[in-house]
């Protein structure tokens, strides 16, 4: 088998407490149900500017503080919420996130009236080359730049890259057919 790179994910993740779990059951797996694909984008957001280790490190807080990343009650959040999740020091407290994350729910919900699901939006629009993607990613959704939106495609399966082919979960992904396959 051929080695691992030694700048790659997949290198740096083995045996990483935080890292390693996350590359080796998470990470261009793919993803549906729109709680969960609402999850991958808030923490792919919110790494914007920091470490992806911050952000595993805060996961559980993020989960807290949105509500299990629930699509219908993060887009009913008003005022209140957005003051509570901007004290609330076990999540990244930058303004321009937290509005992203309520928009993007409320987007979320619009979607769902035509496609049914997020994932079904995501399914009418694949394929797209990343480009594509992330000039629908900047109509469709806040603080959705070409990194975020291609480590969230990336990470959920519609993007290839996220494992090196020598990776031995880069075999158990293929397995699945993900949609970057199709």
């Given at each position: 088998?051929t080695?691992?790179?030694e700048?790659?994910?997949?290198?740096?993740?083995?045996?990483?407490?935080?890292?390693?779990?996350y590359?080796?059951?998470?990470?261009?797996?793919?993803?549906?149900?729109d709680?969960?694909?609402?999850?991958?984008?808030?923490?792919?957001?919110?790494?914007?500017?920091?470490?992806?280790?911050?952000?595993?490190?805060k996961?559980?807080?993020?989960?807290?503080?949105?509500?299990?990343?629930s699509?219908?009650?993060?887009?009913?959040?008003?005022?209140?919420?957005?003051?509570r999740?901007?004290?609330?020091?076990?999540?990244?407290?930058?303004?321009?996130?937290?509005?992203?994350?309520?928009?993007?729910?409320?987007?979320?919900?619009?979607?769902?009236?035509?496609?049914?699901?997020?994932?079904?939006?995501?399914?009418a629009?694949?394929?797209?080359?990343?480009?594509?993607?992330?000039?629908l990613?900047?109509?469709?959704?806040?603080?959705?730049?070409?990194?975020?939106?291609?480590?969230?495609?990336?990470s959920?399966?519609?993007?290839?890259?996220?494992?090196?082919?020598?990776c031995?979960?880069?075999?158990?992904i293929?397995?699945?057919?993900?949609?970057?396959?199709?």
């Open positions: 088998m080695e691992l790179p700048n790659s994910y997949c290198r740096a993740a083995l045996g990483h407490p935080d890292h390693g779990p590359h080796d059951r998470e990470y261009g797996f793919p993803l549906e149900g709680d969960a694909l609402f999850e991958r984008l808030i923490l792919e957001i919110n790494q914007a500017g920091l470490s992806w280790l911050t952000i595993l490190r996961r559980a807080g993020f989960r807290e503080a949105y509500d299990g990343f699509v219908e009650r993060v887009a009913r959040y008003g005022d209140s919420d957005r003051t999740l901007l004290e609330d020091a076990r999540i990244v407290r930058n303004r321009l996130k937290v509005d992203a994350a309520i928009a993007n729910a409320a987007k979320i919900l619009e979607l769902r009236e035509e496609y049914g699901s997020f994932s079904g939006w995501l399914d629009h694949h394929p797209l080359d990343k480009d594509e993607w992330v000039k990613f900047r109509r469709t959704f806040r603080f959705t730049g070409g990194e975020i939106t291609g480590e969230f495609l990336m959920i399966g519609y993007l290839p890259g996220a494992h090196h082919p020598a031995p979960v880069h075999a158990e293929t397995a699945l057919e993900p949609a970057w396959m199709r």
